[in-house]
């Protein structure tokens, strides 16, 4: 990624004091003797999009679940919304993660549901009226675009509108964080560029705090340096080669950070792996 002379583009409204939302605090997990993730400590402030990335098997995948409490770490803390997860007993967790919106990398939908109930799956568990939940779905499709196939199912769509409805699914229950586990994974470049479209508009509309796995680079700064225009319902680039400044990066190598810090840091670093990396 050569090096660009890059501005700061201005938040669009003037915004609180940032509180953190996530929080790790020399974290480290093994599996099986080996180490995973080795003293890891980052915090994500109330509406930033941390971008995480780094090398296939680096430990991105277990951090998103330490971050939903999937599992624990052997040392050290996480704390999400000022809780913390790392000890927390399961019936907490869930009631937690019903603040969480979750998009899986291969969608995760139930291909015997159809596209509404898979949205609505969630809502049906918190007991929110019948009429409420379908408006609700209808808002969120219309928001990823696919209103049209409410009544489908899974199988009858293609990979990218599945991983449209997975965001559908996610952000139907206005969540105050996203993880999204890699959500381009497996698409072609065209239909990748779409669902960072659309989490590019779901971060500027709802400044939504999240967290994003993703191994193609060409992502990442489409976020870093695209904005939604409200005006014209479009994805455009930020004027003056901007960048957005709620959107920063965490770098992963061998279960250590290796970056964490803005966009415009990543591409002055001077450090030699990741010159390499982002080359």
């Given at each position: 990624m050569p090096a660009e002379t890059l501005t700061t583009?201005?938040?669009?409204?003037?915004?609180?004091?940032?509180?953190?939302?996530?929080?790790?605090?020399?974290v480290s997990i093994r599996f099986d003797l080996k180490c995973v993730?080795?003293?890891?400590?980052?915090?994500?402030?109330?509406?930033?999009?941390?971008?995480?990335?780094?090398?296939?098997?680096?430990?991105?995948?277990?951090?998103?679940?330490?971050?939903?409490?999937?599992?624990?770490?052997?040392?050290?803390?996480?704390?999400?919304?000022?809780?913390e997860v790392s000890s927390m007993p399961e019936s907490e967790l869930f009631?937690?993660?019903?603040?969480?919106?979750?998009?899986f990398q291969e969608s995760a939908l139930f291909d015997s549901l159809s596209v509404e109930d898979n949205v609505a799956y969630r809502l049906h568990e918190e007991h929110v009226p019948e009429a409420e939940i379908h408006a609700r779905v209808v808002e969120a499709l219309r928001f990823v675009e696919l209103e049209h196939a409410?009544?489908?199912?899974?199988?009858?769509?293609?990979?990218?509108?599945?991983?449209?409805?997975?965001?559908?699914?996610a952000i139907v229950t206005n969540p105050d964080l996203i993880l999204y586990d890699s959500p381009t994974g497996g698409l072609d470049p065209i239909t990748s560029t779409t669902i960072i479209d659309l989490v590019i508009k779901q971060r500027d509309v709802t400044q939504t705090t999240s967290l994003l796995i993703t191994h193609r680079l060409q992502d990442a700064f489409l976020l870093a340096r695209n904005r939604f225009n409200p005006k014209t319902g479009a994805i455009?680039?930020?004027?003056?080669?901007?960048i957005d400044p709620r959107t920063k990066?965490?770098?992963?190598?061998?279960?250590?950070?290796?970056?964490?810090?803005?966009?415009?840091?990543?591409?002055?670093?001077?450090?030699?792996?990741?010159k390499d990396y982002l080359s």
């Open positions: 583009a201005q938040p669009s409204t003037a915004t609180a004091e940032p509180q953190s939302v996530v929080v790790f605090d020399h993730l080795e003293d890891i400590s980052f915090t994500v402030q109330h509406g930033e999009t941390r971008i995480i990335l780094g090398p296939a098997g680096g430990g991105k995948s277990v951090l998103m679940k330490l971050a939903n409490g999937l599992i624990q770490p052997d040392s050290g803390t996480i704390h999400v919304f000022g809780e009631k937690l993660r019903g603040r969480i919106g979750m998009v409410i009544d489908k199912f899974p199988p009858e769509l293609s990979g990218g509108m599945r991983r449209r409805v997975s965001i559908a699914r455009e680039p930020i004027p003056n080669n901007g990066f965490l770098v992963l190598n061998e279960g250590r950070i290796v970056f964490d810090g803005t966009t415009e840091e990543l591409v002055h670093t001077t450090d030699p792996w990741l």
